[in-house]
T-cell receptor, first 111, second 109 residues
Framework: GAGVSQSPSNKVTEKGKDVELRCDPI?????LYWYRQSLGQGLEFLIY????????KSGLPSDRFSAERTGGSVSTLTIQRTQQEDSAVYLC?????????FGPGTRLTVT | ELKVEQNPLFLSMQEGKNYTIYCNYS?????LYWYRQDPGKSLESLFV?????AVKQEGRLMASLDTKARLSTLHITAAVHDLSATYFC?????????FGAGTRLTVKP
């Protein structure tokens, strides 16, 4: 079946602009995670959604980052007023039990 | 705060040899994950270890978990070139995932 998909695959944006990254989880998966992978920081947990519960936002690095999940399915990660340090690969994963299935990621470059 | 440390960070080994990657974590972890990442690719789930003494094997890879020692190991048996990749372990506490820095494995003929 279809795996986790993310769009866009690549995004180049100017410093100060807002960006939206999209994640389509595997159908039926109730949990959804966002991560960031960068050379300097490694793999970082950003946010976790479980069903219709309030998300765990404890990993978001600043208030410029926000995420929502509509209808318990598609999720959007929004970064406002992007900074160069936001350049990274943003990975999404979905899960039904404990095993997480990762999407291909969105490579964000802030110039 | 859960912290995860892997070692070694870099590992070069010859085909046919055995080796172990270690993953230590600082506090209680609900479960322990192992992932593989090929260059330019996303993460592929290898193992999820849920309880003390758990052992899982897939092909030439075997993972184990010792919750008392706060240690997980990924053992590679008779390495082959196709195993060259970066391997990450991750602990999870209350759904907050913390990753190790990764072990870059290179298997040479």
């Amino acid at each position: 079946g279809a795996g986790v998909s993310q769009s866009p695959s690549n995004k180049v944006t100017e410093k100060g602009k807002d960006v939206e990254l999209r994640c389509d989880p595997i159908s039926g998966h109730t949990a959804l995670y966002w991560y960031r992978q960068s050379l300097g920081q490694g793999l970082e947990f950003l946010i976790y959604f479980q069903g219709n519960s309030a998300p765990d936002k404890s990993g978001l690095p600043s208030d410029r980052f926000s995420a929502e999940r509509t209808g318990g399915s598609v999720s959007t990660l929004t970064i406002q007023r992007t900074q160069q340090e936001d350049s990274a690969v943003y990975l999404c994963a979905s899960s039904l039990d404990f095993e997480q299935y990762f999407g291909p990621g969105t490579r964000l470059t802030v110039t | 705060e859960l912290k995860v440390e892997q070692n070694p960070l870099f590992l070069s080994m010859q085909e046919g040899k055995n080796y172990t990657i270690y993953c230590n974590y600082s506090t209680t972890s609900d479960r322990l994950y192992w992932y593989r990442q090929d260059p330019g690719k996303s993460l592929e789930s290898l193992f999820v270890l849920l309880s003390n003494g758990a052992v899982k094997q897939e092909g030439r890879l075997m993972a184990s978990l010792d919750t008392k020692a706060r240690l997980s190991t990924l053992h590679i048996t008779a390495a082959v070139h196709d195993l060259s990749a970066t391997y990450f372990c991750a602990g999870c506490l209350n759904n907050d995932m913390r990753f190790g820095a990764g072990t870059r494995l290179t298997v040479k003929p």
